[in-house]
């Protein structure tokens, strides 16, 4: 009789851990503006019965909130963009390590942290753009080719305080080393046709209207952009074919020092690298899923195939600040 009760209080123990369990939810701090994440926790907690909340804000404060709440922050997850700013998280103290066979199975080790702090969930390259009526044939090769004089007052740039820019640079350094790549950039700014820019789709939009005939954009803003206007004459180049690749990045997620429920979490992060959710999330980005295995949708594969970079992402943070004094001494605002 004893020994009944004792299996009833382990079965009714059992479930009330289940219930709980079930009703897990798991809290998101994320830099992604709310539609284009909101469809994909829709459907996990279709899929899990587990509730997804989400806080949107700038990736700095977002970063210096879960420092400030420590212990006590709600933050299960922060999903922010670059591999820069997902660097920056990992030195500030505020991840853990995540360590998960299925998401190492589906995210190559590029698109990870060495330290399991973090994954890519969808990747961008950030490539030229160019107007097909005013850049001839075969007159694009690489990045570094923009800093030759025939593109002079021909070049349009985003601004240097764009994290985007920063992690180029940072590969960039990778590749060349310092003194090499301050001589291109130098060359860039040397060729601008008129001050950086605030965005990447104003640049695209100077190049449609002729105000300059090449420029360095992320993917995702020229499909945006041709999706609002189809007669967009600017098209994407894939530079630095026969050599390195194509400059990748990424958005990505991590799992916070102090998450209140990690196993939740991580059973989140396992599914946004499946299949389902990574052909969910590329698509609504227009972004690449990270997942190889994940067919990114017709538009973006419209735009054609290239050869990435295989440097891993987070080059981009252990050289960022290296990065920013160097564009800052090139004169690149």
Request: contains cysteine; charged residues 20%.
């Amino acid at each position: 009789m004893q020994a009944s009760k004792g299996f009833l209080a382990a079965l009714a123990l059992t479930a009330l851990s289940s219930a709980v369990q079930a009703a897990d939810e798991v809290v998101v701090y994320s830099s992604r503006i709310d539609e284009l994440i909101k469809p994909v926790f829709d459907a996990y907690t279709k899929q899990s019965g587990v509730a997804v909340k989400f806080i949107t804000d700038k990736e700095a404060p977002l970063m210096a909130r879960i420092k400030a709440e420590g212990e006590n922050t709600p933050a299960d997850l922060l999903l922010t963009v670059d591999g820069g700013n997902l660097w920056q998280a990992e030195q500030m103290g505020i991840l853990q390590p995540l360590k998960s066979s299925v998401v190492e199975q589906n995210i190559p080790p590029q698109y990870r942290s060495s330290t399991d702090a973090w994954t890519g969930l969808s990747l961008r390259a950030r490539t030229i753009v160019y107007s097909p009526e005013r850049v001839k044939d075969g007159e694009l090769t690489t990045y570094e080719a923009l800093a030759e004089q025939n593109w002079e007052g021909r070049l349009c740039l985003r601004t240097s305080k764009k994290v985007y820019n920063q992690s180029l640079t940072a590969t960039l350094i990778e590749t060349h080393g310092a003194e090499k790549t301050e001589q291109i950039i130098k060359g860039w700014v040397n060729n601008l046709a008129t001050d950086v820019f605030a965005d990447d789709t104003a640049l695209i939009q100077a190049v449609d209207a002729g105000q300059c005939d090449v420029g360095i954009v992320n993917t995702y803003y020229f499909g945006r952009l041709h999706a609002q206007n189809p007669q967009l004459k600017a098209k994407l180049f894939w530079p630095n074919q026969e050599d390195r690749g194509v400059h990748v990045n990424l958005s990505g997620i991590g799992l916070t020092k102090h998450a209140p429920n990690p196993e939740a979490a991580r059973k989140l992060v396992e599914w946004m690298t499946g299949s389902e959710a990574q052909s969910i999330f590329a698509d609504i980005n227009m972004e690449y899923p990270a997942n190889p295995q994940v067919k990114p949708s017709a538009e973006v594969a419209a735009w054609g195939e290239f050869k990435a970079d295989t440097i891993p992402v987070e080059v981009a943070g252990k050289r960022q600040a290296e990065a920013i004094k160097l564009m800052d001494r090139a004169g690149w605002n």
